[in-house]
């Protein structure tokens, strides 16, 4: 499965961004889809998450409130919505894949594809 992620890019504090996540020749119908980020110097971070119907969302408590995760499957594509940036969002953001439901959602999964990421950079 090859994941492409886009639309990240420079936004001031306050503003947003959405991000996408897309597969080319494969449909995300059955995987469940997670966001995830690395700023420079900093470990990978779990953004949010959602499942492959797209009737469970998961967030990291840093974004919860601001950023909403959601999935159209008609048309491949996992969507990030990110209000209200703040300038410690800022990393690349990655988009990844898994056909298994993992135990936990967070830090610790680690899906089996990986999109090649997108920077976000929130800075005035």
């Known amino acids: 499965v090859q994941l492409q992620a886009s639309g990240g890019g420079t936004v001031q504090p306050g503003g947003s961004l959405t991000l996408s996540c897309t597969a080319s020749?494969?449909?995300?119908?059955?995987?469940?889809i997670g966001w995830f980020r690395q700023a420079p110097g900093k470990e990978r971070e779990f953004v949010a998450a959602?499942?492959?119907?797209?009737?469970?969302?998961y967030y990291a408590d840093s974004v919860k409130g601001r950023f909403t995760i959601s999935r159209d499957n008609a048309k491949n594509t996992v969507v990030l919505q990110m209000n209200s940036l703040k300038p410690e969002d800022t990393a690349v953001y990655y988009c990844?894949?898994?056909?298994?439901?993992?135990?936990?959602?967070?830090?610790?999964?680690?899906?089996?594809?990986w999109g090649q990421g997108t920077q976000v950079t929130v800075s005035s």
């Open positions: 990844a894949a898994d056909r298994v439901l993992p135990g936990q959602y967070g830090n610790t999964w680690f899906p089996s594809y």
């Open positions: 020749g494969y449909s995300l119908d059955n995987y469940e």
């Open positions: 959602i499942s492959w119907s797209g009737g469970s969302t």
